[in-house]
């Protein structure tokens, strides 16, 4: 196992905006490398000693409704060498799943989410910062397709939950923390040159890290 010092990438954006596909092309290029993904949305609290009924009026595009302190403390153990547990999230019940995933130290480490560029400390542990930045008009429809088909909503609750919650939380939280990125990224993952340019950035502290 390498002993040098894993790269850590952190990839914000707007709910539909593109993360996973961005997310999707870096892993496929390094599979050479070790990577790992650890997903902001994992790490939603446990929200198990609530009914479900409370659970369904949790706001989850605020930065509170994330235990941001485990999400540290992952990344700050991955960045040592050492395995995680990962959570797992369980959104038809809206809750943490009882089991977890049990993730080894990688060289490369792909932090996505939301928020992940909203708190400091997590920032301070990134070597590279990227905001995916898709208009708003490609995001509510991927949202759509997305949560109807995938977490067996109704277009009613879904447009609903989008201009009640969404929107402005994407406005106050998410939108603002584009200005801590390195990179922001038009179109996500259909933005090739932008993702050779990662690639290359990402080899380059690859090669150059001094072993620990
Ligand atoms: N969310 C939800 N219900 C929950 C928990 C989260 O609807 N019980 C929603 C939040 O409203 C938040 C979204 O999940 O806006 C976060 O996931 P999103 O960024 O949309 O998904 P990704 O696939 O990670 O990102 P992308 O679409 O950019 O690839």
Same mark, same amino acid.
């Given at each position: ?105 990688? &060289?490369? =480490? *792909?932090? /996505? @989410? ?7 400390? +997590? ?58 990125? &390195?990179? =922001? *990224?038009? /179109? @996500? ?7 050779? +340019? ?15």
């Amino acid at each position: 196992m390498s002993k040098k010092r894993p790269v850590v990438i952190g990839i914000a954006g707007g709910s539909g905006s593109g993360k996973t596909s961005v997310t999707h092309a870096i892993h496929d290029v390094f599979k050479e490398h070790s990577v790992v993904v650890i997903e902001q949305d994992y790490y939603y609290k446990d929200q198990s000693h609530l009914e479900f009924e409370q659970r369904l009026s949790t706001n989850y595009d605020h930065p509170n409704a994330f235990d941001t302190d485990l999400l540290i403390e992952d990344v700050k153990r991955l960045l040592n060498r050492q395995a995680i547990e990962k959570p797992v999230y369980d959104y038809a019940l809206h809750t943490r799943a009882k089991e977890t995933i049990h993730i080894e130290p990688q &060289d490369v =480490i *792909i932090l /996505e @989410g939301i928020l992940v560029l909203e708190d400091e400390r +997590l920032r301070e542990l990134m070597d590279i910062k990227l905001f995916v930045d898709t208009d708003s008009d490609l995001r509510i429809i991927r949202r759509i397709v997305r949560d109807i088909n995938e977490r067996g909503r109704s277009i009613d609750s879904v447009v609903d939950q989008y201009l009640s919650v969404v929107r402005p939380m994407h406005n106050q939280f998410i939108e603002p923390t584009k200005r801590y990125a &390195d990179i =922001i *990224i038009p /179109e @996500g993952g259909q933005n090739e040159v932008a993702i050779d +340019l990662m690639v290359t950035k990402i080899k380059t502290i690859l090669e150059s890290e001094t072993i620990v």
